[in-house]
Structure formats: structure tokens, C-alpha cells
């Protein structure tokens, strides 16, 4: 009977600490963001900001009563990045809820001037999220926020799927591009390098007329290249073409496209199960960087007139084995002499013991001195369905 008792005390003492439901907000209350972009007045040199709110009800309806516009965008504009949030209230008739952003949009001329402004306040925030992707677009901010898309509605996702996307299946982007990705960088010398996109223009694109369209081409946002940073300001920009070499050098590459001419016709190349192995020596008075390459080779398009022999094989192999380490090469030069430590070779040197290495690090800027040593070595292992092309004739 005691123990009954006892029983029944603990549970009610238990039922004491559950609060119900006192802090409950409805979806109505809340204004739920999916996309956030940055920018700054080049006169004023005020903030700028565009909240992009989802429309659940749009999201949400399953056909019926017409097209809805997925989201809304709001522009608040202050003098500082602190009181973008007081300024916000003013327009917004909802609680802003934060939790829910795809990524963060910040334009060129803003990323040029430093970013460190917007990072030290997001790291304040209780809510915040640093593993959200941050990307850079050259286009007008407005016309890029203002802009809807197919497919996926929500501008934000669609942005985050483009990057995964991209990341998965063409090697011109990594998903190493997170806030928190550029804030590990921000006490070092080793740059970052932050995904671009560019608004391919379409004159109905902000209105939702833009969905009874069969052209899908025009009005979308599509990578134009990378953005290089050190610390936390923009110096530079990586051409498209040049992504996939940093990202194949850096190890972070999935997969690695090329085409190799022989015999006057094109072999179109897919490099996957890619592995990177780097070692940096100090080898007759300077420092030398050996990077080691291995990939699985699959022969997507074959424009040769020949028989698919073990020799033809040999040579395509070889012909990418060596295109591909002479553009690795031209692109570390390139590097160089802007004096762009892409891969980290200064901090890695720092970290290095020996009186050689302390000796040399005195020289100002001895990383520049780096010597690339690259080597390719790959197989085929996929030659498609067919052995000999079609001749037609």
C-alpha cells in the first residue's frame, strides 16, 4: 500500500514539470523564411536585406483555384546589420522564423567589401545556422530575389539542390561551402573558394505567369564560376572551366569530366572513385608539392572511326593522363602568380620542423616558390555498351 502511495506522488510530481503547450506559436503567426540575400548601398553604404517568406497555403495546395505565388519577397534596408532586425518588423505582420532558410545570398560588390560584419553578428544569434550554404551572385539582388523558379518553388531549395546537385554529378562545385566553412577560415592564411550563380534573365520571371510557360531555359540561376576569399573578403574569381581542377586537386572532387582528342576525333571522359594523395617536401632548397591522382576511367561518347582495341584503350588512357596533369599544372601557375595559396601550402609549411624549413620560412612569401609535381594514373573500367562505333556505310 505504501509503495502504491509513493507511486502515485512521484507521478504527480512528475506531471508537475510538464508544461503543455505554453510557448505555442500557429503557422499563421509566423513568417517562415526560405531564402535570405545581402546586400549594400554603394552610396549610403547601408544595409540591405531581402526576406524571402514561404506562402504555405501556395506550397501546400494540392490544384484547384489557380496559381499562387510560392513566396513573397520583402526588401528592408538600415543603416546597420543590427537594425535590419528592428527595420524588419516594420514590414513584416509576422513573427520572422529563421529556422527554416535554405541558404544565404550575398552579392559581389557586398562580399568584396568583407564580410565579417555579417558573420559576427550571425554568431551571436542563439538561432543561428552555420551550416547553411553561402553563395555569391554577381547579378542584381533584386532581380535575382525576385525572380521565381520551376520545378522547385521555393527559390531557396532550389538553390540548395543546385549546389548537392552539382556537387554529385559534375565536380564543378563542393558542398564544403557553408558558412562555417568560410568562419574556419577566417584566423588562417588558406583561402576559400564560395560558388557563383548568375540570373539567366526572363522578362515574365517575377510574375506567376512565369509557371504556364513550357520555356523553362530562362530565369533560372545557374553557376558562372567561383569566388575566392581570404578571410572574409572576396579577392578573386575562378572561371567555371577552372572548378573542377581546384576541386579534383583539392581531393574533394566526385567525379571529373574531360575530353581527349585522337585520331582528329573527340573521346568524351567521366573520372570516377577519384583518390588524392599530397605530400609536401622540401627537396634541394625549395619546397615541392607532389600530388598523386588515381580515378576509374568510363568512356561516355567515342567519336573515333576505329576499333576499340587494348591499344586505342592505352592511348586514351594515356591522353588524359597527361591533358589532365598539364591543366592541373597551368591552373597551380595561374594561382601562383596572383599570389592565391588555393591549397594551403603557407600554413602547411608553418606546421613543418627542421632547421631547412625554419630557415626558409623566414623568406617572405617562400610558399610561392612551391614546385608542382603531378601525376595522373588511371584505368578504364567502363567502355559503354557498344565495342566498335556504327560506321553507317
Given at each position: 500500500?505504501?509503495?502504491?502511495?509513493?507511486?502515485?506522488?512521484?507521478?504527480?510530481?512528475?506531471?508537475?514539470?510538464?508544461?503543455?503547450?505554453?510557448?505555442?506559436?500557429?503557422?499563421?503567426?509566423?513568417?517562415?523564411?526560405?531564402?535570405?540575400?545581402?546586400?549594400?548601398?554603394?552610396?549610403?553604404?547601408?544595409?540591405?536585406?531581402?526576406?524571402?517568406?514561404?506562402?504555405?497555403?501556395?506550397?501546400?495546395?494540392?490544384?484547384?483555384?489557380?496559381?499562387?505565388?510560392?513566396?513573397?519577397?520583402?526588401?528592408?534596408?538600415?543603416?546597420?546589420?543590427?537594425?535590419?532586425?528592428?527595420?524588419?518588423?516594420?514590414?513584416?505582420?509576422?513573427?520572422?522564423?529563421?529556422?527554416?532558410?535554405?541558404?544565404?545570398?550575398?552579392?559581389?560588390?557586398?562580399?568584396?567589401?568583407?564580410?565579417?560584419?555579417?558573420?559576427?553578428?550571425?554568431?551571436?544569434?542563439?538561432?543561428?545556422?552555420?551550416?547553411?550554404?553561402?553563395?555569391?551572385?554577381?547579378?542584381?539582388?533584386?532581380?535575382?530575389?525576385?525572380?521565381?523558379?520551376?520545378?522547385?518553388?521555393?527559390?531557396?531549395?532550389?538553390?540548395?539542390?543546385?549546389?548537392?546537385?552539382?556537387?554529385?554529378?559534375?565536380?564543378?562545385?563542393?558542398?564544403?561551402?557553408?558558412?562555417?566553412?568560410?568562419?574556419?577560415?577566417?584566423?588562417?592564411?588558406?583561402?576559400?573558394?564560395?560558388?557563383?550563380?548568375?540570373?539567366?534573365?526572363?522578362?515574365?520571371?517575377?510574375?506567376?505567369?512565369?509557371?504556364?510557360?513550357?520555356?523553362?531555359?530562362?530565369?533560372?540561376?545557374?553557376?558562372?564560376?567561383?569566388?575566392?576569399?581570404k578571410q572574409d573578403r572576396m579577392i578573386g574569381k575562378l572561371k567555371l572551366t577552372q572548378m573542377p581542377l581546384y576541386y579534383l586537386m583539392k581531393g574533394e572532387a566526385k567525379v571529373f569530366y574531360d575530353t581527349v582528342k585522337l585520331n582528329s576525333n573527340n573521346v568524351d571522359l567521366r573520372a570516377t572513385k577519384i583518390k588524392v594523395h599530397k605530400?609536401?617536401?622540401?627537396?634541394?632548397?625549395?619546397?615541392?608539392?607532389?600530388?598523386?591522382?588515381?580515378?576509374?576511367?568510363?568512356?561516355?561518347?567515342?567519336?573515333?572511326?576505329?576499333?576499340?582495341?587494348?591499344?586505342?584503350?592505352?592511348?586514351?588512357?594515356?591522353?588524359?593522363?597527361?591533358?589532365?596533369?598539364?591543366?592541373?599544372?597551368?591552373?597551380?601557375?595561374?594561382?601562383?602568380?596572383?599570389?592565391?595559396?588555393?591549397?594551403?601550402?603557407?600554413?602547411?609549411?608553418?606546421?613543418?620542423?627542421?632547421?631547412?624549413?625554419?630557415?626558409?620560412?623566414?623568406?617572405?612569401?617562400?610558399?610561392?616558390?612551391?614546385?608542382?609535381?603531378?601525376?595522373?594514373?588511371?584505368?578504364?573500367?567502363?567502355?559503354?555498351?557498344?565495342?566498335?562505333?556504327?560506321?553507317?556505310?
Open positions: 500500500m505504501r509503495s502504491k502511495k509513493l507511486m502515485l506522488i512521484f507521478t504527480i510530481l512528475c506531471l508537475c514539470g510538464l508544461t503543455g503547450c505554453w510557448d505555442m506559436v500557429e503557422i499563421n503567426q509566423l513568417a517562415i523564411g526560405s531564402l535570405i540575400g545581402g546586400d549594400i548601398d554603394p552610396k549610403s553604404g547601408n544595409q540591405i536585406v531581402y526576406y524571402q517568406i514561404v506562402n504555405p497555403k501556395a506550397v501546400t495546395a494540392q490544384g484547384g483555384a489557380g496559381i499562387k505565388a510560392p513566396v513573397y519577397t520583402y526588401r528592408v534596408e538600415a543603416s546597420s546589420i543590427a537594425e535590419l532586425a528592428l527595420k524588419s518588423s516594420e514590414s513584416l505582420p509576422r513573427d520572422l522564423f529563421p529556422d527554416h532558410y535554405q541558404s544565404h545570398l550575398i552579392t559581389e560588390r557586398s562580399a568584396r567589401q568583407g564580410l565579417r560584419p555579417f558573420l559576427n553578428f550571425l554568431e551571436r544569434q542563439f538561432n543561428r545556422r552555420t551550416d547553411l550554404y553561402l553563395i555569391i551572385t554577381d547579378s542584381p539582388l533584386s532581380d535575382v530575389m525576385n525572380t521565381y523558379t520551376l520545378l522547385e518553388r521555393l527559390p531557396g531549395r532550389s538553390l540548395r539542390s543546385l549546389i548537392e546537385l552539382q556537387s554529385k554529378s559534375s565536380g564543378r562545385v563542393s558542398r564544403k561551402c557553408r558558412v562555417k566553412d568560410l568562419v574556419e577560415n577566417m584566423e588562417s592564411s588558406i583561402l576559400t573558394v564560395l560558388p557563383m550563380v548568375a540570373l539567366q534573365t526572363l522578362k515574365h520571371a517575377s510574375s506567376t505567369d512565369r509557371y504556364e510557360k513550357i520555356n523553362a531555359n530562362g530565369g533560372e540561376l545557374r553557376l558562372s564560376g567561383g569566388a575566392v576569399f605530400k609536401l617536401s622540401y627537396i634541394s632548397g625549395r619546397p615541392v608539392w607532389r600530388l598523386d591522382i588515381h580515378a576509374h576511367l568510363q568512356i561516355m561518347s567515342n567519336e573515333q572511326q576505329q576499333k576499340l582495341t587494348t591499344k586505342n584503350l592505352a592511348e586514351i588512357k594515356e591522353a588524359f593522363n597527361r591533358q589532365t596533369a598539364a591543366k592541373i599544372n597551368d591552373f597551380f601557375e595561374q594561382a601562383q602568380s596572383k599570389r592565391w595559396d588555393l591549397f594551403g601550402l603557407e600554413g602547411q609549411m608553418k606546421n613543418k620542423r627542421g632547421k631547412e624549413w625554419a630557415k626558409a620560412l623566414q623568406e617572405k612569401d617562400f610558399w610561392r616558390q612551391t614546385k608542382l609535381y603531378c601525376t595522373i594514373n588511371s584505368k578504364i573500367t567502363d567502355i559503354g555498351e557498344i565495342i566498335d562505333p556504327y560506321r553507317g556505310n
